[in-house]
C-alpha cells in the first residue's frame, strides 16, 4: 500500500498560556502537522475535509466547543474530536458524547496533557487506517476497470 498524507490536526483554545503547554507536550510527542488556535473563527476559517484529527476546548470567546465540533463533522463526519475542557459536568460530557467526539478529555485532572497527546496519536493513527483503505478501495476500483476495458 502507498503511504498516505501527513495527517493534519488543528487544536483550539482560547488560553494562549494552554496552548504553549500543548505545544510542548505535542512536540514532546513527536507530532508534526498540527496547528494552534486561539480563536474560533481562524480554526472555522481553515477548516476542511482533510483536517482529520481536531481538539477543541469547550469555552471559547464567540461559540462553545460543541458549536465547533458540530461544524468540524459537517466538514468531515470521520474527523477524530477531542474535546478538552475543564468543564467536567455530565451533562457537558453527554452533549459532547451526542456530537460524536470520539475522546473527552479534562484539562484539570492529573496528567492531561499525556491524556491529550495519547489520544491525539490514536486519532492519527485511526485516521491513517481509514485513509489507507480508502486509498486501497480507490486502487482495486482502477484495476477492476482496467480490467473491464481490457475484455471489451
Known amino acids: ?9 488543528f487544536i483550539l483554545d482560547d488560553d494562549q498560556e494552554l496552548l504553549d503547554l500543548i505545544k510542548a507536550a505535542v512536540d514532546e510527542a513527536g507530532i508534526k502537522n498540527y496547528k494552534l488556535f486561539t480563536d474560533e473563527g481562524l480554526f472555522l476559517k ?3 475535509d482533510e483536517i482529520h484529527v481536531c481538539v477543541v476546548d469547550h469555552f471559547l470567546t464567540k461559540l462553545t466547543g460543541l458549536d465547533i465540533v458540530k461544524e468540524i463533522k459537517c466538514k468531515n463526519e470521520h474527523s477524530y474530536v477531542i474535546a478538552y475542557t475543564g468543564m467536567f459536568q455530565p451533562k457537558v460530557i453527554i452533549d459532547y458524547i451526542n456530537s460524536g467526539i470520539d475522546r473527552f478529555v479534562d484539562k484539570n485532572s492529573n496528567g492531561h496533557l499525556q491524556q491529550l497527546t495519547g489520544f491525539l496519536h490514536e486519532g492519527i493513527a ?3 487506517k481509514r485513509l489507507d483503505f480508502h486509498a ?17
Open 1 to 9: 500500500m502507498e503511504e498516505t498524507v501527513n495527517i493534519a490536526t
Open 46 to 48: 481553515g477548516l476542511t
Open 126 to 128: 485511526s485516521a491513517t
Open 136 to 152: 486501497f478501495i480507490k486502487c482495486e476500483r482502477e484495476k477492476l476497470k482496467e480490467n473491464d476495458n481490457g475484455a471489451l
